[in-house]
């Protein structure tokens, strides 16, 4: 993993994604304010989102170019943000690769044909470029429709695909998953060894088309304990990290704060954090990594005041880490008021560097 991080302020161009805010502040760079941003920004909440996606099921949209571009593009012209995130779901190399998964209204992906012997692994083959030409030419066309804002791409981590292949669907237990992963781990770890290959070969395709950064999604390992975590996941996450060249990697997980230090260690630029623990503690826990994060995704339903102290609390707290990048510590609620979003933007970019360092 190798990138330029001697950039400073001063050498910032706002035509170029790589000299932007928040590819210096995801570099380690201590900024004038934190760049925000939000995860599943792209969708979601926003009315022409819904009128774009009538009649279109999910993963067919992520297919289609140009519905990917404007659905990426529609937050950026909303609320200004300082990076864009590129408009897909987790799933969609498993697709592309001929696993049989669709993601259902208010349920979420499920899996047709669950993974759960030795036999069904020969379904998940490597992920080739030519499966996902899409991916390649919705990247390359957000790249230029963006300009100097950053382009985030991103992928699943292997233990939460993993979790969907081998339960069928989202798990309040995953009961299934930790049976096959202590009772058959030579399975599981092959299992999570193909998983990594393609989550890596999704985000080459993504870095190759001009992303300017990648964030590895593992929204099910806070379901583990930390010994599991190291035993049966870390390896298989840093694999996916580590095939990253030239880009920085977020790493973000829900209910990991437990073992924030071991998700770094797999080899996260930056550590994302969800809402459970303070951005001045995940310093502490991970001291010299930039930290992203964290505001409640449901605190935004609550009147402006509360919000505004809230956003104020995290960019103090935030200024603990060597740098710091506005999120929320989990992606977007689909009822949540744009204007509220749009509030926060307008809070951290001018509130937020009045106190900055």
């Not at 941003?37 to 009128?51: D, H, I, N, T, V």
């Amino acid at each position: 993993m190798t990138f330029d991080d001697n950039s400073s302020s001063s050498s910032s161009s706002p035509s170029d994604p790589a000299q932007s805010l928040f590819a210096r502040a995801a570099r380690g760079e201590r900024t004038s304010r934190p760049p925000v941003w939000f995860m599943r920004q792209a969708g979601r909440s926003l009315p022409e989102y819904r009128r774009l996606r009538e009649g279109v099921p999910m993963l067919e949209s992520c297919t289609r170019p140009d519905m990917v571009t404007e659905i990426t593009l529609q937050p950026v012209r909303r609320y200004g943000v300082d990076a864009a995130i590129f408009y897909s779901d987790i799933v969609v190399p498993l697709r592309a690769v001929g696993i049989d998964v669709d993601v259902k209204p208010g349920i979420g992906p499920v899996v047709a044909s669950p993974i759960r012997a030795a036999a069904d692994l020969e379904r998940l083959r490597p992920l080739e470029p030519g499966d996902v030409t899409y991916i390649d030419e919705a990247v390359r066309s957000l790249v230029g429709e963006l300009g100097g804002t950053p382009l985030i791409g991103f992928a699943g981590a292997p233990f939460t695909l993993a979790s969907y292949l081998v339960e069928g669907g989202p798990s309040k237990n995953h009961e299934v998953t930790k049976a096959l992963m202590h009772s058959h781990p030579e399975l599981w770890h092959e299992l999570l060894s193909r998983v990594a290959a393609i989550s890596a070969a999704f985000l080459d395709v993504q870095v190759r088309a001009g992303a300017t950064a990648v964030q590895l999604f593992d929204s099910w390992a806070g379901a583990l304990s930390a010994a599991d975590y190291a035993k049966f996941v870390l390896p298989h996450s840093a694999t996916v990290l580590d095939s990253v060249i030239d880009v920085p990697r977020i790493h973000f997980g829900v209910g990991t704060s437990e073992f924030l230090p071991l998700m770094a260690s797999a080899g996260a630029d930056v550590v994302g954090v969800d809402w459970r623990l303070p951005l001045d503690e995940a310093a502490l826990r991970v001291p010299g990594k930039p930290l992203q994060g964290n505001l409640d995704p449901a605190i935004l339903g609550a009147d402006w005041p509360v919000i505004e102290r809230e956003v104020d609390r995290i960019v103090a707290e935030g200024r603990r880490a060597p740098a710091h990048i506005f999120n929320l510590g989990h992606g977007v609620l689909p009822g949540t008021d744009p204007g509220v979003l749009a509030r926060v933007v307008e809070k951290v970019q001018t509130a937020g560097a009045s106190g900055a360092a």
